[in-house]
């Protein structure tokens, strides 16, 4: 998920009860306490490697691609572990993936085949740190030694955008024999996925946070998507048919969170039942999961388009993030948010998304990049600057 989502109590049913929500994690806004420095199974897959030529892209944006994914370089520990920042201090493995999505996409933007090298080693480090549920928990490092926190902010969102991942970075360099050396990394993604699946179809945020997000519903689903393709590359028919089938399940019970009254998915459901409409003037945790569904791929056509003009209409500064919005927890800082920026990208709003990019990308240079800019962030401006509507499987 988005590191960000509140989880509530077993029972919400009014706005006291979500006004005294706990925050699983800090958003990423400038009123974070947090700031470091800035400097910074048996069927056998084809083997074949083939150069992708980079598409054409104007000097600035080849520019700002290559400084972003530069300054990501910076974030990897030897190992190939993609930390949260550039402090190399903690890591965050839905920030990794994040990252990665955005490597790659350097690659094709640059022709730079350093990004999507970075991008396997970070994919092999989260495969040998899979449990055997394929979970994988957050890290400290000190002094270079990784320790495990035991916990996560989510099981779910991690698999599907580690799937993510692996798919930008074979579609990126078109290498499908060191994808194959993924093959047990990519099953247990999916198994992750699984783990956690409902009978509705949706997904708890892990086995002790018994919240189905919208957030992670969509990174989730996205993932799955993207687990048909590489598991049809690596020629196993069962995978795909199984991820295919896990996310048709998803996008129905997805489907069933739609509230008429509101225009809106709501945002949660509990294990009571319980659910979490959405309040249009609250940017965080409300409004923002609303073009999730959109940058994920579970709202398309015209009812994306929809759902995505409603939202800059209601939270016109969702790009500005030196901005005041309301949150759940009460007036707070903007902060980034590219991911809502590439819902004006998959509905070809490619307009709104540069100019989007763009504010985004001031506010971090303006700050040196200082937290909570953070490699997640990075990752995904890197697709939103260069109108990347690729990374998801269709």
Do not use: C
Request: aromatic fraction near 8%; charge should be negative.
């Amino acid at each position: 998920m988005t590191l960000v989502a509140a989880g509530l109590g077993a029972l919400v049913g009014s706005q006291a009860a979500a006004a005294s929500a706990a925050a699983k994690k800090a958003p990423r806004t400038t009123t974070s306490v947090a700031k470091a420095t800035t400097t910074s199974t048996t069927a056998k897959a084809t083997t074949t490697t083939t150069a992708v030529p980079p598409p054409v892209f104007d000097a600035t944006t080849v520019a700002n691609v290559r400084s972003d994914a530069d300054w990501l370089l910076g974030a990897q520990l030897p190992d190939g572990a993609i930390a949260h920042y550039a402090d190399r201090v903690k890591i965050w493995p839905y920030l990794g993936n994040e990252a990665a999505l955005g490597l790659a996409r350097a690659t094709e933007v640059t022709g730079d085949t350093r990004y999507v090298s970075a991008v396997w080693r970070w994919l092999q480090w989260y495969q040998a740190h899979q449990d055997s549920h394929g979970f994988v928990t957050d890290y400290n490092v000190v002094s270079g030694v990784e320790t495990s926190t035991g916990d996560m902010d989510s099981t779910d969102a991690y698999a599907g955008t580690f799937l993510l991942a692996a798919r930008k970075a074979w579609k990126a360099s078109g290498d499908t024999a060191t994808l194959a050396t993924l093959r047990t990394g990519i099953a247990a993604a999916v198994s992750a996925v699984e783990a956690t699946q409902d009978t509705d179809g949706m997904t708890w945020a892990k086995p002790a946070w018994r919240v189905k997000y919208l957030m992670d519903q969509g990174e989730t689903y996205a993932g799955l998507r993207a687990a048909v393709e590489l598991a049809t590359a690596l020629n196993d028919s069962v995978l795909s048919q199984r991820a295919g089938s896990d996310a048709n399940r998803m996008a129905a019970g997805v489907a069933s969170l739609w509230d008429n009254p509101t225009a809106a998915y709501d945002w949660a459901k509990h294990d009571t039942g319980a659910l979490q409409t959405t309040n249009w003037s609250v940017l965080y945790s409300d409004a923002l999961q609303q073009p999730w569904a959109v940058t994920y791929g579970l709202s398309t056509g015209t009812a994306a388009q929809s759902l995505v003009t409603r939202f800059t209409t209601a939270q016109p500064n969702w790009a500005t993030p030196t901005a005041t919005a309301v949150f759940t927890s009460g007036p707070s800082t903007v902060g980034y948010w590219p991911a809502a920026g590439l819902a004006l990208v998959q509905t070809g709003q490619t307009t709104q998304a540069a100019a989007a990019a763009a504010s985004i990308r001031t506010a971090a240079v303006a700050a040196g990049k200082a937290w909570p800019f953070d490699t997640g962030v990075a990752g995904l401006l890197v697709l939103l600057e260069s109108g990347d509507s690729s990374y998801l499987a269709r």
